[in-house]
């Protein structure tokens, strides 16, 4: 009758409870069998799959420079996804990172756009509180859509990411262009003060690195220590029992689009803020996108989500060494990055199912 | 002290790659090629690049330099794909800071020994990064002369991407030379808004034709297609599209990088800095910009007027005014 | 004056590529399948037929090897999302990645090449009437998105396939209940959504504009995400949202070619602000959703 219940195919059973090592062998399973299909891509297209794998999966972490831009890569991956899987493991899809990261951008902006003559060790800190403020403020668009029109805050979040690229393209292009820059749409370069620290010297690591294990570890004791956590997560995964309960499921929307989009939109801040320094177009290559993949493959849970995102980091760096020494195209990295999503999506079933395969049924004789 | 560590044990991969290539290579070559690493933005497919990479190429086949790349490096990797090349030992970088103006020229001081010469919309900064524009003018000027004797609704649009200072030069200098043989002439421009969205060009194309222009010169690819199928005559830029479009674009306002590849690796063979304006070497005179059309397209007076114009920008008794004012 | 008579002509092309992903999109969304890799599974039925007419296979094989491709492409979603009961929108984006990675892998020795495209054929009569004539003379891939306009409409509203996509979205159980596969149907659904999103792809590359470039698609993919909501689950609605999804678009380019400037930031973003805005107004209204929204869309089946 269903396709799954066919004599041929295996029904997934939930399993009564997911092992924990099951749990932390999945992503490393995952890895190595996207690894598996993806080198044979690169012998298909005539490429050294040894050199390949070696630049792109063991040079980022060979060498204290490409290590250390890993770890800047690290930065606003890891701060998003915390803020997104907060939101993820109360069942709130908020798919709309990107343009809360823009917004988030935009709003640090201000200050050295509009002031740039200010100085003083106020204005980074302070780009970077307006920083959540503005993806805090893009996110209460969703979070009101939601809450108060009842609409799907996965198609509104998303679109909004659209209408936040549109927003950056019209300041750069308009009222936010560098008077000097010669109409190449992106804004004046930022005052010294404008800039974060910069926490290694010789690096672009600066202190935003501090403040995002900081707030990963506040986000660790949040949600699996404190009863707010467990009011998000009892909000998202049974809203019905949680309104009994007395906690109130809007509550839960609400507070989980704010801290997404608010970490979302420092992670912008801290961009533009840091290994940037001016407003332009291309301020994310993507991170909004990119961290919902990481969020996943760290389990949605806060220390996974750590090793993740200094994994999907260091993705990037090494498929731009496998582009150097390789000569590996920058489209097989993207290929790479959905197919280990997509390994890794199918091994956390497995955690969490087991497939049963129908015996032969011994029926009783009529 | 860090990097001086990493730095011995690139050295030391990087030597033992050499001598695993030297041992097949002949031994005839005077001075050894100069070790040259090309960054783009974009694939190396794309038209800009594809400029770049085709100079560099050459000269690697010429034996002049050898040459590495890497393509599709955007955004906050760009400095790091350079830091990347200056350490394995690359002489000179070849690529583009546009998006990266301030990070580029950081490296660069990180690296007094590597040459940086980069397209850029700024200035040259210290002994080792200098800059170039794409002033491909001098043929969109050329080109223009030959539209403007071809139309025949007295309309010619121009399609762009944004209204950036080397576009602006672009679509001024076709129109300049349009407005040069026939004054009378009227030039519709767009700007896409977006440098890439061949199917938007297209639509401005169409929109354009419907407003009256009978021939287009198509800053963005996709242009070209909108003239195709309304049968009229379009320009080409930056490269020759003639070949892939054979019926419709019969001039093209080439760019070329080779004269300023040469200036850059003359100065580096000889140990002089490098940080200067390039961009000057891009010009027809220099033997970097050109036209290139299909003869009998246009009327022979109008052919033999541009030929003429061109043997002057050559010989620099004209120069091609450079306006980087928005096109109305 | 020309300005009408030239957005008039090119809506429906300009539309096309929306309409097809979307009208493909609606059947998954109809089934209550959520899936956000149009735009990975647009740019690789796109350079599928692109490869395919650039090595002289003609425009009728192009689209069969997009549509398949895509097909194949859109089933990996639906093994993974439905098979394993992953979460859809990760595995969506997941798809999307790896369209978008696997086209511009396989174009990249193709990058900015040119075919030839298709003739547009004037219908009797109807393409003669001044002003408007040029409405009626499209490529045939335009009046063959028309029919499948026509025939999606009709399959929803008259035929119990229809009926039977509609109750599996609405409320999958009792669709179980009374002993259809809900997982077959939902694949199914996905194989129709990633064919017509191939078609698509290979439209834009092989009809619309015909060169390879990566990127190309550039967002078509999500505005066809988008005209699905913006059309609240009806293709005739979905149908008119294309076109006027098409029109403000060239309004756009018609305007800037006859002097006129419109910010295009504002024109680009309008898709969606409408779409947020519609979306909003159906669901503040709950009789509106229970009669335009999906109750289960998104949700993995579990019996």
Known sequence: MSAFSAPFLPTLVRRERASLAATLLAPPVALAVATVLNLGLYLLIGRDPVAVVYAMLFEPFLSWASFSEVLLKTGPLLLIAQGLAIGFRAKVFNIGAEGQFILGAIFASAIPIWFPQATGQWIWPMMLLLGVLGGALWASITAFWRVRLNANEILVSLMLSLVAAQLLNYLLLGPWKDPNGFNFPQSVMFQYDAMVPVLIAGTRVNVSLLLTLALSIAAWLVMQKSFLGYKLQVGGLAPRAAGYAGFNEGWAIWLSLLIGGGAAGLAGAAEVAGPIGQLQRSISTGYGYAAIIVAYLGGLHPIGIIASALFMAALYIGGDNAMVSANLPIAAVRVFQGSLLLAYLIAIAFVRYRLEWHRPIYRSKP | MTRDLMMSRRNVLASGLALGVSAFAPAVRASAPIKVAGIHASPVENAWNSVLHKALQDAAAEGVIEYVFSEGVSGTDYPRAMREYAEQGAKLIIGEAYAVEKQAREVAVDYPETAFVLGSSGKESGDNFGVFGTWNHDGAYLAGMLAGKMTKSNVVGSVGAMPIPEVNMLINAFAAGVKAVNPDAKHLVTFIGTFFDPPKAREAGLAQIDAGADILFGERIGTADAAKERNIKSVGSLIDYTPRYPDTVFANALWGFRPILSAAIADVAAGKPVGKDYTAFGLLKEGGSDVAYVKGVAPAEAETAMEAKRAEIKSGAFEVPRITDEPK | ?303
């Open chain 3, 1 to 303: 004056m020309n300005a009408l008579e030239f957005i008039l002509a090119g809506m429906l092309a300009a539309a096309t590529p929306f309409l097809l992903a979307a009208l493909g999109e609606l059947v998954v969304e109809r089934a209550g399948v959520l899936n956000l890799g149009v735009e990975g599974l647009m740019a690789f039925g796109a350079v599928l037929a692109f490869i395919v007419v650039y090595h002289g296979g003609g425009h009728l094989l192009s689209f069969v090897a997009a549509g398949l491709g895509s097909a194949v492409l859109s089933l990996v979603f639906a093994l993974v999302a439905l098979g394993f009961r992953a979460n859809q929108v990760a595995t969506g984006l997941a798809i999307g990645i790896l369209g978008q990675g696997l086209s511009a892998l396989f174009g990249k020795t193709y990058e900015s090449l040119t075919v030839k495209g298709l003739p547009k054929l004037a219908l009797p009569w109807l393409s003669e009437i001044p002003l408007a004539g040029r409405l009626f003379t499209q490529d045939i891939v335009v009046w063959l998105s028309l029919a499948a306009t026509l025939a999606i409409w009709v399959m929803f509203a008259y035929t119990k396939v229809g009926l039977v996509v509609r109750a599996t979205g609405e409320n999958p159980k009792a669709a179980h209940a009374i002993g259809y596969s809900v997982t077959a149907i939902r694949f199914a659904a996905v194989a129709f959504g990633g064919t017509m999103a191939g078609f698509a792809g290979a439209y834009a590359a092989v009809v619309y504009t015909p060169l390879w470039a990566d990127g190309m698609i550039a967002g078509r993919g999500w505005i066809a995400i988008a005209l699905v909501v913006f059309g609240t689950w009806l293709t005739g609605r979905i149908f008119l949202g294309a076109c006027l999804f098409g029109a403000v678009s060239l309004m756009g380019l018609a305007a800037q070619a006859t002097g006129l400037d419109v910010p295009s930031q504002v024109l680009a973003s309008l898709p969606y602000l409408v779409t947020i805005i519609v979306l909003g107004i159906i669901s503040a209204d709950r009789r509106l959703l229970k009669l335009n929204g999906i109750a289960s869309l998104g949700e993995p089946f579990e019996r």
